[in-house]
């Protein structure tokens, strides 16, 4: 039986899309999407800067140095932050669905996260204002799909990891989860989502 829901932020909650990142980065520096690519990917940078062991400042720093650019700090936070789209705090499912889960489950967010992003996300996403527990790699200092933070969730969700339903867009994330025992679902839509919840015994409405 399920006794927690726990949801990764984004791609099932936040829109997302990391294309627009690259547009800003090739704007300032020049380079090819590739280049931009393997300069952020060399040594695990976004992943030092979402797992908390630099902060903003000395990402900024890095970044500016890899990509030979000089940007400000509003200037790094207009690129970094161009994921988001500001008029889509609606978000992929709608706060409803999560209040409405939240008032008969304990809800939990998990996801890999850093110090700019979730400084966007926090305020604008009122689904996190029904959560009972946000974990986030930049806080907790491990990152998906380390089994640590998966161990973290289900202590907090206080329940076993079978009794834990969790869904994520990233696959390698899914599988992870299922590996740490949890009940683990690939999230391709609302829809999709729906029925998984009712398979378990768990309504979700209209």
């Known amino acids: 039986m399920i006794k927690a829901l726990i949801f990764d932020l984004g791609g099932v909650i936040v829109p997302i899309d990391f294309t627009q990142v690259y547009l800003r980065f090739e704007a300032h520096s020049g380079l090819t999407r590739e280049e931009i690519r393997a300069r952020l990917t060399d ?39 161009a994921l988001f789209d500001p008029a889509a705090t609606a978000g992929i499912l709608p706060e409803r669905f999560i209040a409405d889960l939240a008032a008969r489950y304990p809800v939990l967010a998990l996801s890999n996260n850093n110090e700019t992003h979730f400084n966007w996300v926090g305020p ?40 834990c339903f969790f869904t994520d867009d990233g696959p390698a994330y899914v599988d992870a989860a299922r590996a740490a025992g949890l009940d683990a679902e690939l999230f391709t839509g609302e829809a999709a989502l729906r029925e998984h919840l009712s398979r378990r015994g768990i309504p979700t409405g209209a």
């Open 43 to 81: 040594a695990n940078l976004v992943m030092e800067f979402e797992c908390g062991r630099l902060t903003e400042t000395e990402f900024r720093g890095e970044l500016n140095r890899r990509l030979g650019i000089a940007l400000t700090h509003a200037e790094y936070q207009d690129s970094w932050n």
């Open 124 to 163: 604008r996403y009122r689904h996190l204002n029904h959560m009972r527990h946000v974990i986030l790699s930049h806080r907790f200092g491990q990152a998906k799909p380390g089994r640590e933070i998966y161990d973290e969730a289900v202590r907090l969700a206080g329940c076993a990891p079978g009794e």
